[in-house]
């Protein structure tokens, strides 16, 4: 079993910055992926970004050269900076881990981009 609990959402301008954190816990060596989703209202969920046991990243289009999603695996911590916020990244976002093929998802941190 594995526990994923997500921090750092909040309100923010346009053009502004945020990092989400992904704490993980129980059994996390043999987690293969942590992914950050979001959901916005109305919208299916949607991969943001992704990163693998083996360190590769990979990103939605909607956020390349603005996102970067990177891990400190000595706190079980993966993190999402978001800069350049637009009103379209308003959402929930989001984390999983992904481990034996089991995804297990947190209940979601809520980021809400102002004009």
């Known amino acids: 079993q594995v526990q994923v609990v997500e921090s750092g959402g909040g309100l923010v301008q346009a053009g502004g910055s945020l990092r989400l954190s992904c704490v993980a816990s129980?059994?996390?060596?043999?987690?293969?992926?942590i992914g950050w989703y979001r959901q916005a209202p109305g919208q299916q969920r949607e991969l943001v970004a992704i990163i693998t046991r083996g360190d590769n990243t990979n990103y939605a289009d909607s956020v390349k050269g603005r996102f970067t999603i990177s891990r400190d695996n000595a706190r079980n911590t993966v993190y999402l900076q978001m800069n350049s916020l637009k009103l379209e990244d308003t959402a929930v976002y989001y984390c999983?881990?992904?481990?034996?093929?089991?995804?297990?998802w947190g209940k979601g941190t809520l980021v809400i981009v102002s004009p």
């Open positions: 129980g059994s996390t060596n043999s987690i293969n992926a």
């Open positions: 999983n881990a992904e481990r034996y093929g089991l995804v297990y």
